[in-house]
């Protein structure tokens, strides 16, 4: 068989499958049969055609893992069987800000996934320089969880030393869950994370982590927990309200990093970002430094990923997977695709 099955999503809310040709490696490259594809919040937005940089027809598949399959020629350091992830963010490699690594900045980036094809199909082509290796016994779940805590790593490090500092997270799914950790592995002295479903909250508390509930009261009750206004805030929802009481509860001269996607502009309290000289900091993927720190920290089991691994879809429910996601009824957390499973 020459051709394969490949998920694409052709227009908004829409998932359907076409044939490809089956990948051939060329010099640099390498093929892996993919094992676990986890669904970001980004793919949802884009999947409703919400997601600000991306258009269709696309193919999903940013976060995953596999094993290798086959090495095209000129590749070194690689055996069939092999456990990695990919690192999707691909920059141009020479202008200044790819020089240092900010690859999220470069102006020509290029992401898998995004403005290129994902990893939904069985077999996925990649230069050899993305992939990053695993022992095997990390397991396809953890090492598809890469691209997520790195992430979580970039947007930690936007804060010089956190040692001793106060954080409060809006938001308890997979990145918010991601960076408090990350925050308490940097020296974070209190962590508190709000979460208006009862689902993440409980396994927030599982990770040891204190939560609160959104409601009228919060931006006190913020402040009660802490015993002062904390100096350190992440928005990992990617909506008004939470950013505004990011803005509203940290310290004069604190920080706030948005890690949130927004679908809409918000509108933001400017005034108390001016009049408390809040570092207001948005920021975007990782650089390989933060990629390969993330795929260390998995490796040494330095953050605990099982919790928040909730649901398994096989690669031909892909569309399932996504309408389970978007009904406000369903409970999940990372919710992966299964390419081993038909
Ligand atoms: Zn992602
Ligand atoms: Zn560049």
């Given at each position: 068989m020459n051709t394969m099955l490949q998920a694409y999503v052709p227009r908004a809310h829409e998932m359907a499958f076409r044939e490809i040709e089956r990948p051939v490696p060329s010099a640099g490259e390498v093929v892996i049969k993919v094992s676990r594809i986890g669904i970001c919040g980004?793919?949802?937005?884009?999947?409703?055609?919400?997601?600000?940089?991306?258009?269709?027809?696309?193919?999903?598949?940013?976060?995953f893992s596999g094993y290798i399959e086959e090495l095209g020629p000129e590749v070194e350091g690689w055996s069939k069987g092999d456990l990695v992830t990919v690192e999707p963010a691909i920059g141009c490699g020479t202008c200044p800000k790819?020089?240092?690594?900010?690859?999220?900045?470069?102006?020509?980036?290029?992401?898998?996934?995004?403005?290129?094809?994902?990893?939904?199909?069985?077999?996925?082509?990649?230069?050899?320089?993305?992939?990053?290796?695993?022992?095997?016994?990390?397991?396809?779940?953890?090492?598809?969880?890469?691209?997520?805590?790195?992430?979580?790593?970039?947007?930690?490090?936007?804060?010089?030393?956190l040692n001793y500092k106060n954080v409060f997270i809006a938001g308890g799914g997979t990145i918010g869950l991601?960076?408090?950790?990350?925050?308490?592995?940097?020296?974070?002295?209190?962590?508190?994370?709000?979460?208006?479903?009862d689902y993440r909250a409980q396994i927030a508390r599982k990770l040891g982590l204190a939560t609160v509930s959104p409601n009228p009261a919060l931006e006190k009750e913020i402040i009660q927990f802490f015993g002062a206004v904390p100096k350190v805030t992440f928005e990992c929802v990617g909506a008004e309200a939470p950013l505004n009481t990011c803005i509203h509860v940290v310290e004069r001269g604190g920080y706030v990093i948005v890690a949130g996607v927004y679908e809409e502009p918000p509108k933001t309290d400017m005034v108390q970002v001016q009049d408390k000289e809040i570092n207001l900091s948005g920021t975007l993927m990782y650089t390989f430094d933060d990629f390969r720190k993330a795929a260390d920290w998995i490796t040494k089991k330095k953050v605990t990923l099982s919790p928040l691994q909730t649901h398994h879809f096989p690669f031909r429910q892909w569309g399932e997977a996504y309408r389970f996601i978007e009904s406000p009824q369903s409970d999940y957390l990372k919710v992966f695709i299964d390419m081993d499973e038909p």
């Open positions: 980004s793919d949802i937005h884009a999947f409703k055609g919400k997601h600000p940089i991306v258009s269709f027809p696309l193919t999903p598949g940013h976060e790819c020089q240092v690594g900010l690859i999220g900045q470069c102006n020509t980036l290029q992401f898998i996934g995004g403005g290129l094809p994902g990893a939904g199909s069985p077999l996925f082509k990649v230069n050899q320089k993305q992939v990053v290796k695993f022992p095997q016994e990390v397991g396809p779940d953890d090492s598809a969880m890469t691209e997520p805590l790195a992430v979580a790593i970039h947007a930690v490090q936007k804060i010089s030393d991601l960076v408090a950790q990350v925050s308490r592995l940097s020296g974070a002295s209190r962590i508190l994370i709000s979460e208006k479903q």
